[in-house]
């Protein structure tokens, strides 16, 4: 396997008035290409500002940042927003044909490739619907389906299940694990639950609080395909504990610091 | 009830009370006057100006000799038919309005979103434009009319004017308010400088730059009839002005119906465009004194 992301001594700084502000200090960070990568981390340890930094929306403010391409004529990278980020004033259908519009496409094959991909999120009568008449776990599926309809090499999430209740969450963690294990891309996953992480991930990576920076990593040893079944595995208990204990002390020097 | 039954009867009794309650108003005045105990000469009875408008109508006043019309467009004299209809008060003062709010509406919009997305246009610029703002755009006709002359063009320019600093201020709004996680995931998209215009920054700003059209073309309305009241020989302002100082209060009052039934248009026309534009738009939600009236019948 060959490595695609590559990020060497990433720093982010942000001046306020009284200080200089870390928000990443000299993160490191390998992905080979088709991994499931998760980043966990307390929350403000800059996980969001790397994923950001990797998705082109803001620069380093130093370290190196390279993604490689692979194949022509599809994008390098799209991101999945944890606020869905669909355009309100656009259909379903338009939202989820939107890098392709933005590509060039005409708009039958638009068309074609968008009700597509609707029909495996299970949203197809809702093509001409309208965002705000969805709910937030089909607006999440909404907004999934647009940067698979894309066929970037690379998916760049920033939890993008974070904001649904507990159902939704495990309804749609299945739904990526199965659109996941029949593409295989390269994703870089940002949640702060540690079971999320070790259910869709191949590989997670704990990163400390305030600056944020690579802590330690865990393999994650369940086969694929995968389901929800695997948190009934007593490994799953045992690897969940494991990676909570090395992250406690993170949590709470951020819970100290506010 | 059923809940449906008593949205309906909320329903049917509200479109009764909104067409009843005006006919009730009229009946009123058309009574007090007959009974004379308003004076006719200072309010003329609701027929008394029905009477008037016709009259208006069937000189040719207020619409120009429209009955000339057939007969010039057959004859394929365009430019007739243009001079008939320049006759008419109403017609002068929609050519005014209208070819004023585009002139000053687009070029309002074009430079409200530069302002929106350029913080250097935008420092320098917004001073500048607070300061016209608050001027009374009708305070400036003397200038404008000492730079125009008294033609058609000052009445133009004024209401252009007017248009601009409203469309300008509300698209300028607009443009800002947009969540800057529609322009993250245009970026991410790779939407150039244009596809970001196009699919991010106009639909974004559309709801509050329709709040500046529906304002400008108010302000327009208002403009206009007192730029005429002033400074012109035509037009429904003119026609109002001249009544008074006539004491024809008929006509004058006729005047103020044909200008009511012009905001009551607009403002139906320019909800109906703004549907047909954003059809993402929410439906209306009830307002707390809505929800008031059901819960006190639910009880």
Redesign the interface.
């Known amino acids: 396997m060959s490595v695609k992301i590559q990020a060497i001594g990433v720093t982010k700084t942000y001046s306020s008035p009284k200080e200089l502000v870390y928000a990443l200090n000299d993160f490191n960070l390998e992905v080979e290409e088709g991994e499931f990568l998760c980043i966990v981390g307390p929350s403000g340890c800059g996980k969001s500002t790397f994923l950001r930094i990797l998705g082109g929306l803001i620069k380093p403010t130093s370290g190196e940042v390279t993604l490689i391409p692979g194949k022509d004529n599809v994008p390098l990278q799209n991101m999945v927003f944890q606020e869905y980020a669909l355009f309100p004033w656009k259909t379903v259908m338009d939202n989820v044909g939107f890098g392709l519009q933005i590509r060039g496409f005409s708009r039958r094959e638009r068309r074609e490739i968008s009700l597509e991909w609707l029909r495996k999120v299970g949203l197809l009568k809702f093509a001409d619907s309208y965002p705000h008449q969805l709910s937030g776990g089909m607006k999440q599926r909404v907004s999934i389906a647009r940067a698979f309809a894309n066929n970037p090499e690379i998916l760049l999430m920033d939890e993008p299940l974070g904001a649904l209740d507990a159902q939704t969450r495990i309804v749609l963690q299945e739904e990526l694990i199965r659109l996941w294990e029949s593409l295989r891309k390269t994703v870089v996953y940002i949640t702060h639950s540690i079971e999320e992480a070790i259910l869709l991930g191949d590989r997670i990576v704990l990163m400390t609080a305030y600056p944020g920076t690579k802590k330690s990593e865990f393999l994650v040893p369940f086969k694929r395909p995968r389901d929800f079944a695997i948190t009934s595995a007593p490994e799953f208990g045992q690897l969940t504990y494991s990676i909570w204990q090395d992250l406690q002390g993170e949590v709470r020097k951020t819970l100290e610091k506010q | 009830m059923t809940l449906i039954n008593r949205h309906q009867w909320t329903r049917n009794r509200d479109h009764l009370l909104s067409i009843g309650f005006p006919i009730f108003l009229v009946a009123l005045w058309e009574l007090t006057v007959s009974l004379k105990w308003l004076d006719p000469r200072f309010f003329p009875a609701p027929s008394t100006v029905g009477n008037a408008l016709w009259n208006l109508i069937a000189k040719g006043e207020l619409l120009g000799p429209f009955w000339l019309l057939p007969e010039k467009i057959r004859a394929g004299e365009w430019q007739g038919a243009l001079k008939v209809l320049g006759e008419g008060h109403l017609w002068i003062s929609l050519f005014r309005i209208f070819a004023g709010f585009l002139l000053g509406a687009i070029p309002g919009i074009i430079l409200g979103v530069m302002m929106g997305m350029n913080r250097t246009i935008r420092v320098a610029l917004d001073p500048v434009i607070s300061a016209i703002y608050v001027l009374p755009k009708i305070a400036i006709l003397p200038l404008v009319m000492l730079i125009f002359g008294i033609g058609e063009i000052s009445k133009i320019v004024i209401v252009s004017v007017a248009s601009f600093f409203l469309v300008l201020i509300n698209t300028t709004a607009g443009v800002r308010d947009i969540e800057p996680?529609?322009f993250?995931?245009g970026?991410?998209?790779?939407?150039?400088r244009w596809?970001m215009f196009n699919?991010?920054i106009i639909?974004?700003a559309?709801p509050i730059i329709f709040t500046g059209l529906r304002l400008s073309l108010g302000t327009a309305l208002i403009v206009i009839i007192a730029a005429e009241f002033v400074a012109a020989k035509h037009g429904l302002g003119y026609l109002i002005w001249f009544s008074w100082q006539t004491l024809l209060t008929e006509n004058m009052f006729a005047g103020l119906v044909v200008i009511m039934i012009l905001g009551a248009i607009f403002t139906r026309g320019l909800q109906v465009i703004e549907k047909w534009l954003?059809?993402?738009q929410?439906e209306e939600r009830l307002t707390p004194s809505d929800l008031s009236v059901v819960k006190s019948e639910s009880v």
């Open positions: 996680i529609f993250e995931a970026y991410n998209y790779g939407a150039s596809q699919h991010v639909p974004g559309l954003m059809p993402w929410r």
